[in-house]
């Protein structure tokens, strides 16, 4: 029955429509860039049929230790500014690329190699990006 819940929880605030100017996006970006965290790129996936969220937001750090405080630094701050925590996160054993779900938004933390091997932007390159360096 905690199942059934969860997924209802997920559906009521995934009908909440986000814009590249929400507050949580905002926040993530500034989480991000508070602990160096490098090539920040935002996908716009709304019109996007297959998108499984309204927008990812990637980002790579040179060494695992960051890819940790990168990614507790995001979760700290969503808390702290949105009051949110997030749906689901995974990646925290390994270090190599830590997921954030925050149902409407998903946040990747990569090792620049992840980055690179796995290459998230080409496989969503239908989407809108933007960049966003300091």
Known sequence: MEQLASLTNRKKKSATRLTKNSKIIKTIIAAIQEKKGEN????????INEAVADFFIICEAGNQPQVRAIAENVEAR???ACEENPYHHEGYHNLHWVLIDYVNVVVHVMLSEDRKFYKLEEMWSDAAAEEHDE
Do not use: A, F, W
């Open 40 to 47: 920040i790129i935002s996908l716009d996936l709304r019109k």
């Open 78 to 80: 969503v808390n702290m």
